[in-house]
């Protein structure tokens, strides 16, 4: 306890100066957080949030189909657990070689009061607080088998484990469209967190391999593709989404014959995918810049091809250095996905518009941007961990201590 305190007194406390606007800072954070709390439980009227759960959720989503969503945020959450379990399996010795780090304990403690409160404090029926709560415990339990026993895999089965997520990706389009079948479920009828999500990791998956394409055709010594390359970066990069977003959902339309062009979701995913592979590619860009040129000359040296040199030495490690502006370049189109409200399409803040827009909730705007708010700082938050976690997991001092 002195320990603690004495840097206390040292980090907050060391000059009156520091003293004073310690307190200044703490009096405001203390109003402010007295404001919010008296706001949130005297003010608020959450009962607007319980009505249109569902709508915030899955938008208009057959009822009777809802079991598919069950089913794909069950495996998701399977997904998860397993791939925390497998960065986890190998212990660092800076974590003194534990497999369940006080992180990883307060984010389960975290995680599962989550699935346990927050349903119930809404009011919830007490199976869809069970479901909540058996999903959290299955990522818990598959976080600990991956864990325990993620070193006895093979390498080989290791290596084609991240091949797992475009599949689980594929299959999770098929339980939501229809598919092995099921009934069809119009994309006219998808909407909310599930829509925001959907566009999102659409276009992240997609706009990855994209913008390295575009990195390697922009420093190419081909005229034509270097040329090529350019011109397509610095159109995307100059002209704004929403205005690429209209022109997106008008203009296919024209140039494609009426079978052949997308709906309107897709065509909005593929505009997002397309605008942010050209601001991915600058990120790859600059990884490459940063890795000495001496580096490609030593694996050439050593027997390897161009393809293989730059495959095995030099694009781990542009993508190492990259790896900040790439995942900043992720969270900022999951924000971009609020834009889709524009053209029509009836994403997370669609949704709340639509319910703001009701009578019967009028006023009521506080409550539904604060969960909006909230439910966005979830996803960006989660985004932003899982690339801290793996920028530790590539630091070269890192991998030396753990080889």
Known sequence: MKPLLRRLRHDLFATPADGLITLVLLGMIGAGGWAFLHWAFRQARWAVIQANSTLFAVGRYPIEQQWRLWLLTTLLAAATGLIWGLLRSHPRPDRGGQLWPRNDRLAVAVLLALSLVVPGALGFAPALVGRWLAIGLLLVLMRWLAGRFGPALPPALKRWLPVGLPILYLLGM????????????????????????????????????????????????????????????????????????????????????????????????????????????????????????????????????TIQAFITVVMPQALRVALP???????????????????????????????????????????????????????????????????????????????
Do not use: H, K
């Open 325 to 403: 502006s790439m995942v900043g370049q992720f969270i900022s189109l999951l924000q971009d996905t609020t834009l889709l409200s524009l053209i029509g399409l009836m994403e997370l803040l669609g949704t709340a518009r639509t319910v703001m827009a009701n009578p019967a909730f009028l006023g009521r705007n506080a409550e539904v941007y604060f969960t909006l708010a909230v439910l966005f700082w979830c996803c960006c938050a989660a985004l932003g961990l899982g690339s801290r976690a793996l920028e530790r997991r590539l630091d070269p001092a890192s991998l030396a201590r753990s080889g």
């Open 174 to 305: 098929v339980l939501i469209g229809g598919g092995f079948g099921l009934v069809a479920v119009s994309s006219s009828e998808w909407g909310g967190l599930v829509l925001t999500l959907l566009e999102a990791t659409f276009a992240i998956l997609l706009c990855f391999p994209l913008g390295v394409l575009l990195a390697l055709g922009r420093r190419s010594d081909l005229p034509l593709l270097r040329w090529g390359s350019v011109l397509y970066i610095e159109f995307i990069r100059g002209a704004p989404l929403i205005t690429l977003l209209f022109l997106g959902q008008n203009m296919i339309g024209f140039l494609l014959p009426g079978g052949l062009a997308p709906e309107r979701v897709w065509r909005a995913a593929w505009v997002l995918t397309l605008f942010a592979a050209a601001y991915l590619a600058e990120a790859v860009r600059s990884g490459l810049s940063a890795v000495p040129r001496g580096q490609l000359e030593a694996a050439r040296s050593l027997g390897m091809s």
